[in-house]
C-alpha cells in the first residue's frame, strides 16, 4: 500500500547528505562502504566524514567533501578494533577538534561506543541494542559509522550471520531516518574484494563504494601517494579518482599537492629505469644483431610495448 501511494504521488528524490565538488556522493537512507588493505588510512578518510557533519562550521569542506546544510545530523561511531586506552580516544579527539569543539565540550550530536571488551558472539546484540536506544531519543538524521564491519558478527564468511547485519542495516535505512558509512578491509591478495562473503553482499547492497589504498610506483614500491576511487555510485555517474597524503604534522589526510601525483603517474608509465637499461645493452650486444631481434628482447625483458 505504501509503495501504491508513492507510485500514484510525485515522486521526489533526496539530496546527497555529502558532496564532493558539488557532486552528491552520499544520500540518506543508503548504506555506504569504505574498503582497502590493511594500514591505508580508511579510518582517517572516516574521521573526516565525520567532520563534515559535526562542524561548528556550516558547510566546512573536508578533503573536498561537505554537507547539505539544511539537514541536522548526529553521528554515532561504532568502533570495534582499535584500544580504548589511546588509539580510539585519539581518534575521537581528533573528529571533536577537527570539528572546531574543545575536548571539555558536550557534543549533543556525536555519540560513540567500543565493542573491543564484547564478545564475539554478543556484539551484533549489543550493536542492535545500542542503535535501538539511540533512535528513540534522537530527533536528527543518524550516521552511523561502523568501523569496522567484519568484527560485528562471529564469522564474516558465514552467510547466515553476514545476512543477519545487511538485514538490520536494511531494515533500519527503510524504516528510520540513518545512513550507514561501514569500513571493510579487502582480502590481501584479492584486488578489489572485500573480506568474505560479508564483503561481496554488502558491496551489492551499498550505494556508495569509496576504494582507499597507497599507489605504487614502476617497480611497485608503496609511494606517498594516497588513491580514492569510487568503485560504485548508484546514484551518480561514476566520479573520477581523488589523491591524498598523510601528514605527520597533523597526523591526518590532506589533499596531495599535483606535483606529486603527476611525478608518481609519471613514474607508473616507465618500464626501465636508465641505469637498467644500459646494463641490458651491455649484455646483448655483444655481437651484430637486427634492431628487430633486439627490440623483441628488450620487450620480452621489460614486458613494455
Partial sequence: QRLKKCIMGNIIFSKPIISREEVGIIYPNTINII?????????????????????????????????????????????????????????????????????NEEIKNFDFISLIEITREARFDALKEYLEKMRRTISDHIVIVLDVLTDI???????????????????????????????????PNSGDKARGHLGTEVFNKSSTVLQIGM??????????????????????RRQQD??????????????????????????????????????FLAQNLHESQSKELLFEKIIAKFNCS
Fill in 35 to 103: 574498503q582497502g588493505k590493511s594500514g591505508v588510512h580508511k579510518s582517517r578518510l572516516v574521521e573526516n566524514l565525520c567532520c563534515v557533519f559535526l562542524s561548528k562550521i556550516s558547510g566546512k569542506s573536508f578533503l573536498g567533501f561537505s554537507a547539505n546544510c539544511s539537514e541536522k545530523y548526529t553521528v554515532l561511531y561504532v568502533d570495534t578494533e582499535r584500544n580504548q586506552k589511546d588509539q580510539y580516544p585519539y581518534a575521537l579527539q581528533k573528529i571533536i577538534l577537527n570539528s572546531g569543539y574543545s575536548v
Fill in 215 to 236: 599507489e605504487k610506483d614502476n617497480k611497485n614500491s608503496v609511494t606517498d601517494l594516497i588513491k580514492v576511487s569510487y568503485l560504485k555510485c548508484r546514484n551518480t
Fill in 242 to 279: 581523488f589523491h591524498l597524503v598523510y601528514s605527520e604534522i597533523s597526523n591526518g589526510l590532506e589533499i596531495a599537492d599535483e606535483t606529486l601525483v603527476k611525478n608518481v603517474q609519471d613514474s607508473q608509465k616507465i618500464k626501465a629505469q636508465l641505469p637498467e637499461l644500459k646494463k
Fill in 153 to 187: 558478527i562471529k564469522n564474516f564468511n558465514d552467510p547466515n550471520e553476514s545476512m543477519k547485519l545487511i538485514d538490520l542495516m536494511n531494515m533500519m535505512i527503510n524504516s528510520s531516518n540513518v545512513t550507514f558509512i561501514g569500513i571493510i578491509h579487502e582480502n
